[in-house]
């Protein structure tokens, strides 16, 4: 017969206040099994410890309920008290008298009697509770960052400052994302390349880190800490270690109208380019969709100029492997460009703009070299006209959500205009102004009362061409819905940020969750923003939802110490709470029929096919096995064995059956 | 028919096949035949009146052996095939069909593929039997349903003759015979009946593809293949797939998918 322990602790006066606490020890030192029921005051207490400890030994205890708190918050401290007095931890389990029971309900009878049953079910399933030992897995020391943003590249660099190795690959020919191509940050106005650029170089050289450009995901395998990553090198068709990036090639490179992706449009590149100056690595590819020679089998001009003859025509994409311990997804975000507003122009306004566009207008390295000029026809526009929000919050548009940074950009860029046409009239058409953030509000402040930005709260219906005049159409809503038109030379939206694109199949090639939009989803809104709910991916930046410069490297930062944290251990120990399949001597080797269903309900992943063969090496049986280290524990597969093989160590069938059983049987 | 019986004894005489599972004539009605050669395999007949499921042996391992082995194979029995294979009980390198066309000429498919673009031109229609039934119940209210099921199960005496008729009762050890814990009650009374018949529905949601092998075994007539084609028509049109049609890995309850359309959820 068993021979169980309980200890029902007061919590002070948490549980004693309204359980009749000194009853539930009575009442359960008289079932079945029970060999020593006491209560006392703090059982987590060292006495109280101490308590358990002398029990198990005098009254050689082969299972302990500790009726208490949650044991979220104990659970740990009466395991380890048990397993010093030299019982398998696992053979302890917590009722929760506290939460469960006196926290919500009222002193008296019916109190203590839910008390009683609560303890009463965890006695019925320790007697039925096995030994079990936590699981270890080695652990890779090696990080895959996956996009080059800010956010990859502070990761990058806080990883492998700490000491461990990171593969970074970036899907561009150049690490260094959105924030790239922004002319100056708000709030402080700074050159957003002269903050970023050296840190794009430090990625480049830093001994730690192996930097692929022109690179995607291809497929990621196993588990943390053991993950094999699949990479595909895109065919850049110039050979990097020869190649001096002398730039001779783009000279000479005949297809020049090419709209180049840096200038969001506004500017043209060549077919063999890099996209940008001060572009890292500083070597270019040859964009093959538009390159003479791939496209109509002649041209080779490149090759010709190329004083090391670099280019390499018949490469292949490549395909390595890698073997990383964990990884950090920060693939970023894009905007909605301007074709996706029918109120707007439809995009065929040349001079309505995006606000990313507006970026390079206004940068220092953009096609107009900083000048804000009209695209249609270079001349500067007297009047401009912002609109906030475009796409964002509309319901309509499928985006609810607020893009976070366009208030802030939108003055930034309202500002920048003010700062670079002296004569200029700008207006912004807002919904209202979010700028929670250090110095955001001010900033804001500064353009409506320093720099004469004109804020309009009402949305814009209409934008038309007239006479090569933009016409806006809006209404003032603080003038009681008064209608405002415009005559502008140039329209910006801030078009809503949207997940970038690929980022669906991205997601499912890693297993994580992504939310409607098909941003990637953190594995819990307040205490998880960084985690993914698949251990061992964490996010960083924009990936997750749209954001700042200053919240995505702090949140790539967060990222890296999840990272250091895991790598500083050489093994993982997990709980055993996992699932197995039962295996039994042959014939029969398991119940388990090989359905797999259970394979393609588990959100993890975690079942394998295990072929059973006979001693001639034939195949007898397929059957499923659980890995142990992508198992979470979380029992859907065990809701859909038909045939019940499937267990979860620590809450099996059996013990759940008891624990209900125990209800209803008396 | 002559042309299957040639065929069936030439691929058992060439060693493609080991073993033609099929149909003779019976007493009553036809009943299946295991053909191991030439010899047997003139016995073989075809036709409306074989409607005995015979995709219930292909998963035991004891009749077919590890070889190669053939099956005639109706439209139902070839539904629960292309089931089985979802399930991953069978597999194309040791299975080959044989069956007659509307036209009444052979046909004989080696794929999953091409078993699953043949079964695709069949519309799973109700029966006049089953269409009555059905209906009858349909009419009914929630609790008028409950006292109709719990009546005619009350006749249930557990001799499992369904399970052994259903092609997907395959598991070694089916869910009845668990005793740790004994989630069922192993015997025949009302509540016991209805745990064995709730889980057993349970169990076939999304997979029964409505052959009604089931229901014709009952000795006792109980319409049990009505619940499950039910259900299955039910979730259908919710999931998007019927289960023995298209050729999809899973189970509608256990997979999610964007394009589902499961509607009742948003
Ligand atoms: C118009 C505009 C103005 C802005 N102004 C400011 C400002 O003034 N101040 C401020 O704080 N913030 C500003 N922002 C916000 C800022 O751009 C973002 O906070 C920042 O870029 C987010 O960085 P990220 O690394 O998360 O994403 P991104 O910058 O989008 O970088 C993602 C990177 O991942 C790569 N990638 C994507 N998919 C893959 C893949 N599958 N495999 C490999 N690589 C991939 C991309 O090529 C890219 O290099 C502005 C944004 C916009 C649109
Ligand atoms: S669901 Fe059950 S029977 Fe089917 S493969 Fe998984 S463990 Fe085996
Ligand atoms: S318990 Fe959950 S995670 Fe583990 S194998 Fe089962 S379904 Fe997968
Ligand atoms: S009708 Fe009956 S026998 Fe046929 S698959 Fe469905 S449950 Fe099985
Ligand atoms: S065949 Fe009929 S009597 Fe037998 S177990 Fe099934 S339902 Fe019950």
Redesign the interface.
Known sequence: MSKIGVFICHCGENISATVDVERVAREIGGMEGVAHAIDYKYMCSDPGQTFIKEAVKKYDLDGVVVGACSPRMHEPTFRRACAEAGLNPYLCEMANLREHCSWVHEKGEETTEKAIDLVKMLVEKVKKNNPLESIKVPVTKRALVIGGGIAGIQASLDIANTGHKVILIERDPSIGGHMSQLSETFPTLDCSQCILTPRMVEVAQHPNIKLYTYAELESLEGFIGNFTAKIRLKAKSVNYSTCTGCGACIQKCPVKKIPSEFNAGLGTRTAIYVPFPQAVPNKPVIDRVNCNYYKRGACKICEKTCQVGSIEWDKEDEIISEEVGAVVLATGFDVKGTDFFPEYGYGKYKDVLTGLQFERLASASGPTFGEIRRPSDGAIPKKIVFIACAGSRDPAKGIPYCSKICCMYTAKHAMLYQHKVHDGESTVFYMDIRAGGKNYEEFVRRAIEEDTVNYVRGRVARVYEKNGKLIVKGVDTLLGGEQVEIEADMVVLATAGVANCGS?QLAQKLHVSYDPYHFFAEAHPKLKPVETNTAGIFLAGACQAPKDIPETVGMASGAAVKVAALFSNNELVREPIIAVVNRLAPP?YS?C?????????CPYNAIEHEEIKARDG?LIR?IARVNSGLCQGCGTCVA?C????IDIQGYT??QV??EV?SLLND | MEKLRERAAAILADGTVSLVIGYEEGTKRPRPLFCHDGESARKLIFDSRCFHNLAVYLTKKELVGNGRFAVTATISTLRSIMQLYVENQLSEDKLLILTVDLSGTLREFVTFDEISAYVEQFELKRSEREQAILTRIEGMTREERWNFWQEEMSHCFKCYACRSACPLCYCTKCVVEVNRPQWINPWPAPVANMEWHINRAMHMVGRCTACGACGDACPVGIPIDLITRKMMEDMAPEFGYIPGLPVKKGNALSTWKLDDREQFIR
């Open positions: 669906e029969l119940t029929v090989g359905c797999f269903m259970c394979e393609t309900a034939s397929t859909f038909r045939s019940k093989s069938n059996e059956y008891a059983m």
